[in-house]
């Protein structure tokens, strides 16, 4: 995923390993992508992106991406389909502690919750794992097994992710 924080629409873009779908033509890529503040202008399109036609999206993207002046080449051959899910990005919304329940409340013996949207220490949401971790947490809970899901890898302490990210970071 590739996020332009400068934008104000704050768009990102996905890229995944190519063909994304089964039967897709050869030549043909896919990418995705999002906005969280759809109702803003545009930093190359001057209009909110829940109001922009496709092209206009990736006009706005490929401007982020630099791309400006390549725009009408790459658009002649470019398809972009919008699609609005306003619930799509509530995952990623400021949140206090307290706003999700737990996976299985205080006093609770019946019932749990799993997904997006309870609350799971040291976890970041929007990620199998949270919605796998959440159900085990769950089932574990529930059952009454001494069970723990495996621990959320905190790759910013790995001396060698840091290392790697100091090289990245420094062109070295």
């Known amino acids: ?21 089964v039967g897709q033509p050869d030549g043909v890529n896919v990418l995705w992508g999002y906005g969280l503040f759809v109702d803003k202008s545009g930093d190359f ?6 109001a922009c036609t496709g092209r206009e999206i990736m006009t706005e993207i490929l401007g982020h991406l630099g791309l400006a002046a390549q725009t009408r080449g790459i658009l002649a051959h470019a ?45 970041v949401v929007f990620t199998v794992e ?3 971790r959440s159900a085990q947490t769950a089932v574990y809970a529930l059952l009454g097994l001494n069970l723990t899901p495996p621990p959320v890898y905190k790759g910013q302490y790995d001396p060698r992710v ?4 100091f090289k990245t970071l420094h062109d070295l």
């Open 45 to 50: 399109v001057k209009k909110p992106m829940s």
């Open 162 to 165: 840091l290392y790697q990210a």
């Open 79 to 123: 398809t972009c389909i919008p699609c609005m899910m306003p619930f799509i990005t509530s995952q990623f919304l400021a949140r206090a502690h307290g706003d999700r329940p737990k996976v299985v409340p205080e006093g609770w013996t019946n019932l749990a919750f799993s997904g997006q949207f309870c609350e799971l220490p040291d976890d």
């Open 130 to 132: 949270y919605s796998v």
């Open 1 to 21: 995923m590739i996020t332009f924080p400068q934008s104000s629409w704050l768009a990102s873009i996905v890229l995944p390993h190519q063909p994304h779908f």
